[in-house]
């Protein structure tokens, strides 16, 4: 036997950080999706409705552009972002220890943790206050992340999911339901697949 594996094949890489099953229970790639399912189409990320669930699009202000996917469910919050990604490596280790440097420069605190999803950071981040600047507390956050092939999906958890268990399990299978749209434009690692608006109401 070789430790090599053939370029392009099927296999589970070591350097992605994913759930064994995440093909069949996601978040899936644009390719494992089931068809007939009356997904919201964000560009690089689609979304299954569900009762309860309140969508927002953040938008950067200088360049306009849509930036992250909102999602509010279940007394929480979910931010997500999906990036490109090589093939064959993953990006989850390297941002993990980005996110744990970020918040230690804010001030904040950090663990690593394993979760349903595999490793996650659960945070206490600075909240600053609106007038003056000044620091208003913390909140608790937790960043999971998922490699799937040729892109990577980010997620930042916040509300009760962080701590009630109900609402976690809710969360996250919100976040497996998630579809991952790459496309084939060439596009460097760690850039943001791009997002767009849905299409109005009524006109699908």
């Given at each position: 036997m070789t430790d090599e594996t053939p370029q392009g094949a099927p296999a589970s890489f070591p350097s992605k950080a994913a759930?064994?099953?995440?093909?069949?229970?996601?978040?899936?790639?644009?390719?494992?999706?089931?068809?007939?399912?009356?997904?919201?189409?964000?560009?690089?990320?689609?979304?299954?409705?569900?009762?309860?669930?309140?969508?927002?699009?953040?938008?950067?202000?200088?360049?306009?552009?849509?930036?992250?996917?909102?999602?509010?469910?279940?007394?929480?919050?979910?931010?997500?972002?999906p990036f490109a990604a090589p093939r064959s490596t993953g990006l989850w280790d390297e941002t993990r220890e980005q996110i744990r440097q970020q918040?230690?420069?804010?001030?904040?605190?950090?663990?690593?943790?394993?979760?349903?999803?595999?490793a996650e950071l659960l945070a206490e981040v600075p909240v600053v206050a609106a007038g003056d600047g000044a620091p208003a507390g913390m909140r608790l956050a937790r960043f999971v992340g998922v490699d799937g092939p040729r892109w990577f999906l980010r997620g930042v958890i916040g509300g009760a999911a962080t701590s009630d268990t109900d609402a976690a399990e809710r969360v996250e299978d919100l976040f497996r339901s998630l579809v991952v749209v790459r496309g084939n434009t060439p596009m460097p690692p760690r850039d943001l697949i791009p997002l767009k608006m849905p299409a109005t109401p009524g006109s699908a």
């Open positions: 759930p064994g099953d995440r093909a069949a229970n996601g978040p899936f790639d644009e390719s494992e999706a089931n068809p007939v399912r009356p997904y919201i189409d964000l560009g690089g990320i689609k979304v299954l409705p569900r009762e309860g669930l309140n969508l927002r699009l953040e938008v950067e202000e200088q360049t306009k552009r849509i930036v992250a996917v909102g999602l509010d469910y279940a007394d929480s919050t979910l931010q997500v972002q918040v230690r420069q804010q001030g904040g605190r950090v663990e690593e943790r394993e979760g349903p999803l595999g």
